[in-house]
């Protein structure tokens, strides 16, 4: 291509992406300006007035124009850059297992960190719940390829099957924990038996309308549930038999080991708890998908018809994932029902699954540490803009928006197989002639 066509090519494209970031712009104006740009108030007077907040959206289209261009230019650079090699890809496995044993060791030493208070646990606490949610569901998503859209649904199986086991009939935290998992694997087949000839689309439609059913059986049940008021007096867990009271006394923890009495005691217990089911989740995820199991899964995700045709059992194999993930959100929802000491269906809704669907895809599908950095990023990095206000959700969307442009494919992504040929092996002429291949 000669000088002269390359010069003519350029303002070409450059007229282009200045179009098509122009009519981005417009479609950003269209939508700013209801939502943004008029907003009902009340007057000192007490009336509802409608303000006006064009500055505002002013803003917020001039950035939906710079970021177009910008992620015009950002394809354009990567189209000319040569394509990712192996090494690279083996530069980002090798940079996730160094980041893994950092991130484990900031987790064990959290609550001596100097500074660390009730906020900080609590947080903590929050990130590990989501990171074993992710886990599971990345089980039945990441590993076996189900798009599973009402994955809360088992959460709140767990959750409620703890609550009434503890309330009912007295049994301790260590008792239900493994009761309410096999239940929420229960409810997991059942889900699994009618999705089973289904893929895709039709697949994310039914999962979504179970965890809907489930929610409205959890409303509308007042007998055993409590309908929209919940379940309250959920039993503490206790430590060995110790329980943390404020006042301490006989057969408490503080008393126990003598020291003083502190509230901060249960929370430091509940989050070495939750961690420990965390690491629980990630150690099981990890051993089966090195497993016979784990290797089905991962053709089921890549191709069912391949996997059907090399006699692989696709009912099991799907049924083994919806079970494994329901199970370990059964455990999640235990803990989540002990913490808080209160559940109600309004802690399980659609969002809270569109939440853990997120972290799994934008950590990466099948990446277990991907997960992790996703889950502090998305529940963690949301705390650092509490203070935006109504401005909060706009900036989440926005980083979540970067996050898939920058890497489509999550911060860890590889779906690279259990078991790989790392090379091209030759065939012999003589294992392929007529009659010997």
Not at 385 to 396: A, I, K, S
Request: glycine share 12%; charged share 15%.
């Amino acid at each position: 291509m000669s000088a002269t066509t390359e010069a003519g090519a350029r303002p070409s494209a450059m007229a282009a992406a200045l179009k098509d970031a122009a009519i981005t712009a417009l479609v950003a104006l269209g939508l700013f300006v209801p939502i943004v740009g008029l907003r009902t108030d009340v007057s000192p007077s007490g009336t509802l007035m409608l303000r006006q907040r064009w500055g505002d959206v002013a803003i917020l289209v001039a950035i939906a124009f710079a970021g177009r261009l910008a992620l015009l230019a950002w394809r354009a650079f990567r189209g000319d850059a040569k394509p990712a090699s192996a090494a690279h890809a083996e530069t980002m496995r090798k940079a996730g297992r160094t980041v893994a044993p950092i991130l484990l060791g900031l987790a064990i030493v959290l609550p001596f960190i100097p500074g660390t208070g009730r906020y900080e646990l609590d947080l903590g606490i929050l990130v590990l719940t989501y990171v074993m949610l992710g886990w599971g569901l990345n089980i039945v998503v990441g590993l076996a390829g189900l798009l599973d859209l009402g994955y809360v649904a088992f959460y709140a199986v767990g959750a409620y099957s703890y609550a009434l086991l503890a309330t009912t009939f007295g049994l301790s935290f260590w008792v239900c924990l493994p009761l309410a998992g096999i239940l929420a694997a229960f409810w997991g087949i059942l889900l699994g038996f009618p999705v089973l000839r289904l893929r895709g689309d039709y697949l994310a439609i039914v999962t979504l309308a179970f965890g809907e059913i489930i929610r409205v059986v959890l409303i509308n049940w007042a007998s055993l549930t409590g309908g929209p008021n919940g379940i309250t007096g959920i039993p503490r867990p206790s430590f060995f038999g110790l329980t943390f009271s404020a006042g301490g006394g006989p057969g408490s923890f503080a008393d126990f080991f003598g020291i003083e009495p502190s509230p901060t005691h249960r929370v430091v217990f509940l989050y070495y708890l939750i961690l420990a089911l965390a690491l629980l989740t990630n150690w099981i995820s990890i051993r089966l998908r090195r497993q016979p199991l784990g290797r089905a899964w991962e053709a089921l995700r890549e191709d069912e018809i391949a996997c059907r045709a090399l006699g692989i059992n696709v009912t099991t194999t799907k049924l083994t994932a919806f079970a494994l993930g329901a199970m370990f959100a059964g455990f999640a929802g235990s803990f989540f029902a002990t913490r808080q000491g209160f559940i109600s269906p309004e802690s399980f809704t659609f969002i809270e699954s569109a939440i853990i669907l997120a972290i799994v895809v934008l950590g990466g599908m099948g990446s277990q540490i991907g997960i992790a950095l996703a889950a502090l990023v998305m529940i963690g990095g949301f705390e650092v803009f509490r203070d935006l206000d109504e401005w909060r959700m706009l900036v989440f969307g926005g980083a979540m928006v970067l996050i898939m442009v920058v890497r489509p494919r999550g911060l860890v992504g590889h779906r690279t197989p259990t078991v790989a040929l790392r090379e091209r092996r030759s065939i012999g002429a003589e294992h392929v002639a007529e009659g010997h291949g």
